[in-house]
């Protein structure tokens, strides 16, 4: 479906967990969501596949599928032990099933800048992945958490809003570094 955003958009529905369960006996089922989007991989310049926060058939689908992974985090310390197993994860799925697949960077969500344990957080995950850590914060907004419950994005239901202007300020993050990323990759493949 068309978003009015003018993006495309394919929403999940319960019949992803009905798919999950008919995909546990099937051969190279890791390897499905890959298949399907290899025929209109190239009508895209971005596909964003948003994924629970549970290692499950659909996320391993997900993870073999894409070149690279975005890590929600919120700076608290469960989440950073999360974290360190979410990396030993895609470290073992690069040998495994997508030898390409990278970390594309930390996002540092539902960040409130009044918390020591967010800022401390943050502190160690700028120490640890460096410039992997988006310099984007996303902190927390009410009209973040209302935007669903309006069946919009927060880019049409309140652009201007802190939590907008957040995912705005990632999406030309993510623009810039893959810009500044291709040449150099151009680059390489001429020596």
Known sequence: MKTPEGFDLLPGNIDLTAAE?????????????????????????????DCPPALSLLTLNALAAADSVIVPMQCEYYALEGLSALVETIEALKINLNPALEIEGVLRTMFDVRNNLANAVSAQLVEY????????????NVRLAEAPSHG?????????????VAYLGLAGEIIRRNTERKPAVHAAEAV
């Open 21 to 49: 369960i008919q995909m546990m006996n099937q051969s190279e089922r890791e390897q499905r969501l890959k298949r399907a989007l290899a025929p209109i991989r190239e009508e895209y310049d971005y596909i964003l596949i």
């Open 129 to 140: 992945f460096g410039d992997r850590v988006f310099r984007t914060i996303v902190p927390r």
């Open 152 to 164: 919009q994005s927060i880019v049409g239901y309140d652009r201007g809003s802190r939590g907008g």
